[in-house]
């Protein structure tokens, strides 16, 4: 297993268009989750899926932004209507569930630049 | 909702010599689990250490120790014997089974030689 990957690796938008990530976490890992950093700040959380149920979402996922976790493996992230605002990197990790002990494992993230 | 608080911004120490980062943190579960997390510039994050609240044995990995004090909800992160290496941004996590992995604001540690 190659660890968590995220595609793009970057992203260029114009303001207004949608835009989808995609992450492929560690195959055994039932929880995935989605956060945005932005420049010298920590992660902030998003949401989580724990296979392909959403478990939950951040006050921060306005009504623009939509995860999807079809069949438990691989999840998207969707952002409609994007603002300059939105520029940020957005980290996907993975992690076993029950084993709570077990850290979580990153991407390399999807830096969007929205112009 | 689980909080983690990060109050040092930026840190600086000289090659070879210890740092302590700080954490605080809030959750009202009753077993939860504790992560400091590294990231190089421009790199991919990576765990440094872990700590289940349930242990009273603090964590060690190498150079690098942590301060667990359960009932002042601590966290805190000491680096001996520091490396150019080290230098990075240094985050603060915290979960439980029943809520999401959340983040402090992050710690810039800058080693100097």
């Known amino acids: 297993d190659t660890g968590v990957s995220q595609d793009p690796r970057h992203k260029i938008t114009k303001r207004g268009q949608n835009v989808t990530f995609r992450c492929d976490p560690i195959?055994?890992?039932?929880?995935l989750y989605w956060y945005r950093q932005t420049l010298g700040q920590g992660p902030e959380f998003l949401t989580y899926f724990q296979n392909e149920a959403q478990l939950e979402k951040s006050r921060l996922l306005s009504n623009r932004f939509s995860a999807e976790r079809p069949k438990g493996s691989f999840s998207t992230l969707e952002i409609q209507r994007t603002e300059q605002g939105d520029s940020a990197m957005y980290l996907c990790a993975s992690s076993p569930f029950p084993e709570t002990n077990t850290e979580a494992f990153f991407g390399q993230g999807t830096r969007l630049t929205v112009v | 909702a689980q909080t983690v608080t990060q109050s040092q911004p930026e840190m600086s120490v000289q090659e070879a010599e210890t740092v302590t980062l700080s954490c605080t943190y809030d959750?009202?579960?009753?077993?939860?689990?504790l992560f400091w997390y590294k990231q190089p510039p421009s790199r991919q994050m990576i765990l440094v250490i872990r700590?289940?609240?349930?242990?009273?044995q603090n964590a060690t990995e190498n150079r690098f120790s942590v301060n667990f004090q359960k009932a002042a909800k601590s966290f805190s992160l000491k680096i001996s014997d520091s490396q150019l290496g080290d230098t990075a941004m240094y985050f603060c996590a915290s979960h439980s089974g029943n809520t999401p992995l959340v983040f402090g604001k992050g710690t810039r540690l800058s080693v100097i030689a």
């Open positions: 195959s055994e890992h039932n929880r």
């Open positions: 959750t009202s579960e009753s077993n939860y689990y």
């Open positions: 700590q289940e609240a349930y242990k009273q």
